[in-house]
């Protein structure tokens, strides 16, 4: 891994050549930050958290953390959930108290739902891509929102997602800077 390549690739957003640097240390890592992510919201569970949305990308990382949250009740939508699923999965999110987990595909759950059942949203893995994160992070903050909603994202201290994760947190706020103005 040429990192000084990697890191100037992510700085000048050239995703494609990130992808193919990047995709199976992606994964891994976030296979990795999968399960810190489920005990840190079992905890929250614990502390009096109602609801939490789940952002990932890969879909083994999606399946560790149904598979680890499971108890507390998972709606789930990736690339394979049909029309009608995706529809029951909001649904059953919105409405039943015992499902208290929204775990959400960034590209498949990031458009046209409304999760603003929770005002907790948690990148467990980010996309390259800044404005699909913004897509994602809109569906916990829409109108019907009437908590103050908290976005965060996981990120292995002292590693090189750390730096890939600042790298693309940076842009992110600059693009929400720049239409704010």
Request: hydrophobic share 45%; net charge negative.
């Amino acid at each position: 891994l040429d990192v000084s390549r990697v890191i100037e690739a992510a700085e000048n957003g050239e995703t494609a050549q990130l992808e193919m640097e990047l995709g199976t240390l992606r994964r891994l890592t976030g296979e990795a930050k999968a399960l810190a992510v489920a005990a840190a919201v079992k905890e929250e569970f614990d502390c009096g958290l109602d609801k939490v949305v789940i952002a990932f990308w890969h879909k083994d990382v999606g399946a560790l953390l149904k598979s680890a949250l499971s108890t507390y009740g998972v709606a789930m939508i990736d690339g394979s959930t049909s029309h009608k699923d995706r529809e029951l999965a909001v649904e059953r999110f919105r409405d039943d108290a015992t499902c208290r987990v929204f775990l959400g595909q960034i590209q498949a759950a990031g458009e046209a739902i409304d999760l603003s059942a929770a005002a907790e949203l948690i990148f467990a893995e980010t996309s390259l891509i800044p404005k699909d994160m913004k897509q994602m992070a809109l569906r916990i903050t829409n109108h019907t929102q009437a908590r103050l909603p908290r976005v965060r994202v996981a990120a292995l201290e002292g590693s090189f997602d750390e730096t890939l994760q600042n790298i693309l947190m940076r842009k992110w706020s600059a693009i929400r800077e720049v239409k704010q103005t």
